[in-house]
């Protein structure tokens, strides 16, 4: 049975032909265009983008390099051949990803987004063990409550309950409970949630048998738990488990990478380097599909001798595509050229006091970077809604785009958002707070 199309005015009178991403509503909306941070519907409104898309428009909507970058490659080729050779943006970018990157991390795969990245971290964990000896190793272990992507293996080690409509997921998925989780579920203070986080994970390894399990992924900021932000020393625990269990370590970093949090990548804010890093999102400022994994040298040793580039098929026709690495390419080279990452602590530094104050008492904030997460404070569930889905319609009500769910919402502004952005961006979700959870 075909679904009615939405009566509102932003979509079409039928619909049938068109699988949306997520189910479409009254409030779902019909974009146009964009500039800067703000982005226009078909009724000619106005929005506020304070969720970069969704983390990836981290340089606005209309950065000049890097649409020139992609309008250059365009003229010279749109696509070559994958099978018989690549491109020489795929190379640079490839380059300049491993420069960016902690020490130790010589090699990048490129792909074509998030989920594409975590799916070969997986694949390249239990080949790493295959090739040494190990074939054994095929477990992996992550967070219940995480989210690493939506393809199948993505989604199986993803642990949350509204994915098991797919059915069993990869065989060898195993959860553990993250520290924030343990504080929320069992009452754990949070000053011993890592300590105690970390050795539920070793019990679990030991549990399991250190020689079933190839790699431990873990996000170290939490998207999907209002960004619950990894304790101190908590990530380097976990570094020390994987070594002396001979386990692959991942970071999802999807969400984190690419200076969100201050620095290029999270690895370094946690002075921890995890042997495969899943980086996506902003790391082409979403003028392209692209993603990559980043490798550590004795992952990568496995994949070829030293004597060239390193192979690792199967791959995906468009990954290295030479428009979406030109896209990459100039991202990064805006990023480490521009300063960004003290452009980034300054508008955090404008951000965050703005933020706790249009807050208040009505939830906690997190902040990272320009990551914020805020657990709300106020009625639960009404009309079948959570307070955080709540809080975000009454931003998009007044223009501005977050995301809300349970009883968090999140927001990561631009790069580039002004500093009366920002405080605007901060004054409709006061107002919205105002609305569904009281004065402040």
């Known amino acids: 049975m075909t679904a009615e199309a939405p009566s509102g005015p932003?979509?079409?009178?039928?619909?049938?032909?068109?699988?949306?991403?997520?189910?479409?509503?009254?409030?779902?909306?019909?974009?146009?265009?964009?500039?800067?941070?703000?982005?226009?519907?078909?009724?000619?409104?106005?929005?506020?983008?304070?969720?970069?898309?969704?983390?990836?428009?981290?340089?606005?909507?209309?950065?000049?390099?890097?649409?020139?970058?992609?309008?250059?490659?365009?003229?010279?080729?749109a696509f070559n051949p994958p099978l018989h050779g690549t491109n020489p943006n795929a190379l640079a970018l490839a380059q300049a990803l491993t420069e960016l990157a902690p020490p130790g991390i010589v090699t990048a795969k490129l792909v074509n987004g998030?989920?594409?990245?975590?799916?070969?971290?997986?694949?390249?964990?239990?080949?790493?063990?295959?090739?040494?000896?190990?074939?054994?190793?095929?477990?992996?272990?992550?967070?219940?409550?995480?989210?690493?992507?939506?393809?199948f293996g993505s989604l199986s080690v993803t642990g949350r309950p509204d994915v098991s409509r797919f059915g069993p997921g990869l065989p060898g998925a195993v959860h553990v409970w993250s520290p924030d989780a343990l504080q929320d579920f069992l009452g754990v203070p949070e000053e011993e949630a890592g300590r105690v986080a970390a050795d539920l994970i070793e019990r679990t390894i030991e549990a399991e048998g250190p020689d079933s399990i190839a790699a431990l992924i873990v996000e170290p900021v939490i998207h999907l738990r209002g960004m619950a932000i990894a304790p101190r020393d908590y990530l380097v625990r976990l570094r020390e488990i994987c070594d002396r269990h001979g386990i692959v370590l991942v970071f999802d970093?999807?969400?984190?990478?690419?200076?969100?949090?201050?620095?290029?990548?999270?690895?370094?804010?946690?002075?921890?380097?995890?042997?495969?890093?899943?980086?996506?999102?902003?790391?082409?400022?979403?003028?392209a599909p692209l993603a990559a994994v980043l490798v550590r040298e004795r992952i990568s040793?496995?994949?070829?001798?030293?004597?060239?580039?390193?192979?690792?098929?199967?791959?995906?026709?468009?990954?290295?595509?030479?428009?979406?690495?030109?896209?990459?390419?100039a991202a990064v080279r805006l990023f480490t050229e521009g300063d960004f990452p003290a452009r980034i602590t300054k508008?955090?530094?404008?951000?965050?006091?703005?933020?706790?104050?249009?807050?208040?008492?009505?939830?906690?904030?997190?902040?990272?970077?320009?990551?914020?997460?805020?657990?709300?404070?106020?009625?639960?569930?009404?009309?079948?809604?959570?307070?955080?889905?709540?809080?975000?319609?009454?931003?998009?009500?007044?223009?501005?785009?977050?995301?809300?769910?349970?009883?968090?919402?999140?927001?990561a502004p631009a790069f580039v958002t002004t500093e009366n952005e920002a405080d605007a961006v901060c004054?409709?979700?006061?107002?919205?707070?105002?609305?569904?959870?009281?004065?402040?």
């Open 301 to 329: 040793a496995v994949l070829g001798d030293g004597s060239g580039p390193v192979s690792f098929a199967p791959s995906h026709t468009y990954a290295a595509n030479p428009l979406a690495a030109a896209a990459g390419l």
């Open 347 to 411: 508008l955090a530094g404008h951000f965050e006091p703005a933020l706790r104050d249009a807050v208040g008492t009505r939830g906690q904030v997190r902040a990272l970077g320009l990551l914020y997460g805020v657990r709300l404070s106020g009625p639960d569930q009404e009309d079948g809604a959570s307070l955080g889905e709540r809080v975000a319609r009454a931003c998009l009500r007044r223009g501005l785009i977050i995301r809300g769910q349970d009883d968090w919402v999140v927001l």
């Open 114 to 151: 998030g989920s594409e990245a975590v799916e070969a971290a997986l694949r390249l964990a239990r080949l790493y063990h295959r090739e040494t000896g190990n074939s054994g190793r095929y477990k992996v272990l992550s967070y219940y409550h995480g989210y690493h992507g939506s393809t």
């Open 10 to 77: 932003h979509w079409p009178a039928d619909l049938a032909s068109f699988c949306f991403e997520v189910p479409y509503s009254e409030e779902s909306i019909l974009f146009e265009r964009a500039s800067g941070i703000r982005l226009f519907d078909t009724e000619g409104r106005t929005y506020l983008d304070g969720m970069s898309g969704v983390f990836v428009t981290c340089f606005g909507y209309d950065c000049e390099p890097i649409h020139s970058a992609v309008t250059r490659q365009l003229g010279r080729m």
């Open 427 to 440: 004054g409709i979700l006061a107002e919205a707070l105002d609305e569904t959870c009281g004065p402040r």
């Open 253 to 287: 970093e999807i969400v984190t990478g690419f200076g969100r949090t201050g620095e290029p990548f999270a690895a370094h804010t946690f002075g921890v380097t995890p042997d495969l890093m899943c980086v996506g999102k902003g790391i082409s400022g979403g003028y």
